[in-house]
């Protein structure tokens, strides 16, 4: 596709229920990032994904997160046990490399809240 | 710890007026430095690194090894320049995992 894609765009979850979100990247883009942005703060960064393989997972904030990208192209991150300090907006970015020359390029996120 | 510090959440300034965004990182390496910018109901975006060496939308912005800073500046401010503004930070080379503060948020005011 032309740019990054994210689903949903909202999404409501109940305290306690588990909850997938899905990232398209840019075709091509060999590297895919998540990141999370609570209210007022800048992204933070959650892991990182070169093709298929998960190189970095130091951001993910407990083991109730979980990413994927078993094919190298879409990917998904996982949150079980959903809790209220979960709400955010989520962000994927993916690049051609490591290493691309014009930096990320961003999805429009999905804004995840927990009641 | 790589750390990106961005004192001001919001900045106000007259169209016409020069802006200074200001911003200090703090990284025991050689970083990368970048400003991002997000208008409003659009997707995050890159607007400048510091590596380029350019003049984005009339934004330039230098590092300052020695004061650990990035400033981002333009000597006119337009309408079209509200919008939040993040800078960050990643290693240089790598897979560039980027840190990024907490933003500014830039009104400018007609």
């Known amino acids: 596709g032309a740019g990054v894609s994210q689903s949903p765009r909202y999404k409501v979850a109940k305290r306690g229920q588990d909850v997938a979100l899905r990232c398209d990247p840019i075709s091509g883009h060999v590297s895919l990032f998540w990141y999370q942005q609570a209210l007022g703060q800048g992204p933070e960064f959650l892991t990182y994904?070169?093709?298929?393989?998960?190189?970095?997972k130091s951001g993910l904030p407990s083991d109730r997160f979980f990413a994927e990208r078993p094919e190298g192209s879409v990917s998904t991150l996982k949150i079980q046990r959903t809790q209220q300090e979960d709400s955010a907006v989520y962000l994927c970015?993916?690049?051609?490399?490591?290493?691309?020359?014009?930096?990320?390029?961003f999805g429009s996120g999905t804004r995840l809240t927990v009641v | 710890a790589q750390r990106v510090t961005q004192p001001e959440k919001l900045l106000s300034v007259f169209k016409g007026a020069p802006v200074e965004l200001k911003c200090n990182y703090s990284y025991s390496g050689s970083p990368e430095l970048f400003w991002y910018v997000q208008y409003s109901r659009q997707r995050l975006q890159l607007l400048l690194r510091?590596?380029s060496r350019e003049s984005i939308k009339g934004f330039t912005a230098d590092l300052n090894k020695g004061e650990t800073s990035f400033h981002l500046k333009k000597p006119f401010a337009q309408e079209e320049d509200s919008a939040m503004y993040y800078c960050a930070l990643s290693e240089t080379g790598g897979y560039q995992k980027v840190t990024f503060g907490t933003g500014t948020k830039l009104q400018v005011i007609p």
């Open positions: 994904f070169q093709n298929e393989a998960q190189l970095d």
């Open positions: 970015a993916s690049s051609f490399s490591g290493t691309d020359i014009y930096g990320y390029t």
């Open positions: 510091h590596i």
